[in-house]
């Protein structure tokens, strides 16, 4: 089964179609990312997959559950990170963890090891009885994720889990997603760090003004996308655009001394590069070739702009 199904779903905000009729389909146990620019309808799409919005058309299935209808059977499934941390400032750590906890049906020793556990692996156990208003970004994020997996959900949600964290934490985060992933859960995560998603994803949506413009794995995506690879050259002296210009290359990109030359076919580009350089009593400083990474993809794919 399916842990997450999408057909035709469109959500519109008055004349804005947020969300525009987007299908998609999330195994069991996947690591899916949904990538997208700022306005993309990242937020809005988790919110219909977690039951918060309405859909104007389209159908949502959750392990075969439809939100919209049965909203608690879904919520019971799920564990949500939402964009904007949802724990209560004037609570304790373990008075949010308990509450969670508690909301999702669990009690006694049971909520107790848990809650202990997950304090324990977030490194935040010394400070359970601290109030989260004076905690920082980063340990308020912890809060909210332990919370949100208190019930050891069968599927993950998380909205940019990692935006703006420092290195410590962010690690922490991905290793705790990762290792739910590895004990089977099915994850769902928006982000726009490309790096994160191709090393983190099993397959990677890209989401653009509402509509889905890729959706595959992070390695065939870059394969489609030959033609950006590149040599970047350097030479010991400055040289005119002009004198590279061949069929072989589609796009010349200056940045500092280094060169960036975008082909389709790295080994006749690499040869007419270091021909043209002999003919030219230029030397090579450094040359090297590199394959297109995702953020290049992504770039070409959503026109690198947001709205
Ligand atoms: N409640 C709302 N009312 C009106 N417009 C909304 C509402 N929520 C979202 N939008 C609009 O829908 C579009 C998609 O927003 P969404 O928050 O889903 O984008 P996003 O991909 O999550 O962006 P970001 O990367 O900035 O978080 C945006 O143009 C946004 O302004
Ligand atoms: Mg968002």
């Known amino acids: 089964m399916d842990a997450i199904r999408v057909e035709s779903l469109t959500k519109r905000f008055g004349d804005l179609t947020a969300v525009d009729d987007i299908s998609f389909r999330v195994e069991e146990g996947e690591f899916f990312g949904f990538l997208g620019p700022n306005g993309a309808g990242k937020t809005t799409t988790i919110r219909l997959l977690t039951g918060l919005l309405t859909p104007d058309a389209g159908r949502i299935s959750i392990m075969g559950i439809d939100p919209g209808r049965d909203a608690i059977s879904a919520k019971l499934l799920m564990g949500v ?17 308990y509450l969670a906890g508690r909301y999702y049906g669990l009690s ?14 977030f490194g935040i156990y010394d400070r359970r009885d601290e109030r989260v208003r004076t905690f920082s970004k980063g340990l308020k994020q912890r809060v909210s994720i332990a919370s949100a997996i208190i019930h ?25 997603i990762e290792e739910m992933n590895e004990e089977g859960s099915t994850i769902f995560m928006t982000t726009h760090n490309i790096e994160d998603a191709n090393v983190l994803c099993r397959k990677v949506c890209i989401i653009n003004q509402g509509k889905i413009v890729a959706i595959d794995r992070p390695e065939s995506l870059k394969h489609t ?21 061949s069929d072989l290359i589609s796009r010349i990109v200056v940045s500092g001394d280094k060169w960036r030359l975008y082909t389709e076919d790295l080994d006749r580009a ?3 590069v270091a021909g043209v350089a002999e003919r030219n009593g230029l030397k090579i400083i450094s040359l090297r070739t590199s394959g297109p990474t995702l953020e290049d993809v992504f770039v070409e794919l959503t026109g690198g702009g947001g709205r």
């Open 270 to 272: 690499v040869k007419h």
């Open 225 to 245: 996308f030959d033609r950006m690879q590149f040599i970047e050259a350097s030479f010991d002296r400055e040289v005119k655009t002009g004198l590279f210009a």
């Open 81 to 97: 990170i939402p964009e904007t941390s949802n724990v209560y400032a004037d609570l304790t750590v373990k008075q949010n963890l």
């Open 108 to 121: 006694g020793h049971q909520l107790k090891k848990r809650s202990e556990d997950l304090l324990s692996k």
């Open 152 to 176: 050891q959900p069968g599927i993950l949600f998380l909205d940019e889990p990692t935006e703006g964290l420092d290195v410590q934490s962010r690690r922490l985060i991905i290793r705790t």
